[in-house]
């Protein structure tokens, strides 16, 4: 009904029209993406036949973002780090040359926070995105851009990665979906700073959109044939698969408690669940869930098999440039002269402090890995566990940093290397978005997906900023 061109130009005009506000794309290829659609639109005319189209190019012809810190030919790839200013792709990360072949045309990368381990998405190269639904709120990181310029209907999918919930924050505070598939199975190469060691295991790159029909497809083009280990072609039946609930993850010190209207948004999906389909859904009570921030940072700094130390966060701060010390450095800011964000510095720090308690992490190390056992037991091949996206819903600019430790309710899910899926449920009373985590047992992916489709149809999926 539209031509690829039409298409292209509509998305190039409402990020035109939306950018200046949110300042999620931080450098477009308006140009290269009308040239690519009108490729496509010769490609349709010339008429190879739909059913060939349709395999050899299942995302032909659509608009697609992709986070800053992957390589995009042509395209910046500074992670927000100041050092790397004058970085361009000369080639495309991998997932991304798999989207452009499947016919997908990049409209341009969209900001993250520094260096990608931080949920605010702002830096000293590109400034701080704001959410759609409330510009005075944060739109998550690491992936915020991406979350954000989704969100706001500046394009259709989107590429994201998540060691900590860099995908599934941004998601739920800019109501759309993001999956953060099993781990190794998307692979990772071109994207900067990239996991090394023991982090390899940690790190997942997946997709991000406002329609949950379009997880699978996307998914199934990034992980190319890694996709046989996912179960994608297998029918799920909702009414078999055994639901758990956790409303919170028992009260940790150094989490906010879970927001009332996210509860309430759970518990409707509880009842909804089981007035619906008919199931029971199991509530459960997970101890270790409560060291859920501690495990993660013990595994993240702990070494792998081989006895390879983690890379230093300070090492990447310093990348084509000096060693970064984060006293100088806080020292520095406190008078506006430091190239760094406030948050950088502070891991910077912690991670010196982590180093301190050798004998505490290898217990938490090892915590973690009961945990997984425990979690990989109780989903088995048919569980699927409902537990809240974040504490709290999208906060205002710059109040992360009094809670530091809330991206713990995404994180432990990475060292445990489940998939999960991050699913809208709708607005809260302030207009802004509640979501749900769906959890399932590894290669399981496809029961997180199914759901998340179930789920947008009864709750109504991604609602459009401003419209209420």
């Avoid at 308006?30 to 005319?45: G, H």
């Avoid at 000293?124 to 639904?133: A, D, I, Q, S």
């Avoid at 308690?357 to 990989?376: I, R």
């Avoid at 569980?383 to 974040?390: I, K, R």
């Amino acid at each position: 009904q539209v031509t690829c061109v039409e298409v292209v130009e509509a998305y190039v005009e409402r990020i035109r029209e939306v950018n200046p506000l949110i300042n999620a794309v931080v450098k477009d290829r308006f140009e290269e993406a009308l040239q690519e659609a009108q490729q496509v639109d010769k490609l349709l005319s010339e008429g190879p036949g739909d059913d060939y189209l349709e395999e050899k190019f299942p995302l032909l012809g659509v608009p697609i973002t992709v986070k800053e810190a992957f390589s995009l030919h042509g395209m910046p790839n500074t992670s927000g780090l100041v050092n790397r200013r004058n970085v361009i792709a000369t080639s495309d990360a991998t997932v991304v040359s798999r989207l452009k072949q499947a016919g997908a045309i990049p409209l341009g990368v969209t900001n993250c926070s520094e260096l990608c381990m931080w949920y605010e998405s702002s830096n000293r190269v590109y400034g701080r995105t704001n959410n759609p639904y409330d510009l005075q709120r944060i739109v998550g990181g690491s992936s915020g851009g991406e979350g954000g310029v989704l969100a706001a209907a500046c394009s259709v999918i989107g590429v994201g990665s998540d060691i900590g919930g860099s995908i599934r924050m941004p998601a739920f505070f800019n109501g759309i979906f993001g999956h953060k598939p099993t781990t190794g199975v998307v692979p990772n190469d071109g994207q900067f700073p990239n996991a090394q060691g023991v982090r390899t295991s940690f790190l997942c790159t997946g997709p991000m959109c406002r329609y949950a029909e379009d997880l699978e497809p996307m998914l199934r083009v990034m992980a190319g044939p890694g996709v046989n280990k996912l179960k994608l072609n297998e029918k799920v039946s909702l009414e078999k698969i055994k639901f758990h609930c956790m409303d919170h993850d028992g009260g940790s010190i150094f989490v906010s408690p879970v927001d009332k209207e996210i509860l309430q948004a759970q518990k409707k999906v509880v009842e909804h669940l089981e007035s619906e389909l008919g199931v029971q859904v199991q509530r459960v009570a997970i101890h270790k869930m409560k060291y859920s921030f501690q495990i993660w940072s013990a595994m993240m700094s702990s070494k792998d098999s081989d006895g390879q130390e983690a890379q230093l966060f300070t090492d990447l701060l310093g990348d084509h440039g000096k060693p970064v010390w984060p006293l100088w450095e806080l020292m520095k800011w406190l008078v506006g002269m430091s190239s760094h964000t406030l948050p950088a510095i502070a891991l910077g720090l912690t991670e010196k402090l982590m180093k301190l308690n050798p004998g505490g992490n290898a217990k938490l190390v090892s915590m973690g890995k009961s945990l997984q056992e425990e979690m990989e037991a109780l989903l088995g091949p048919d569980g699927v566990l409902l537990y809240p996206s974040h504490p709290t819903i999208a906060p205002r600019h710059h109040s992360p940093i009094c809670m530091p430790f809330n991206f713990a309710y995404t994180a432990i899910f990475n060292v445990l290397g489940l998939p999960v899926t991050q699913c809208p449920l709708g607005l809260s009373s302030e207009g802004l978005p509640l979501g749900i985590q769906l959890v399932a047992a590894s290669y399981n992916d496809h029961l997180t997906l199914a759901v998340a489709r179930y789920l947008e149809r009864a709750f109504g999926g991604w609602v459009l900023p401003g419209k209420v």
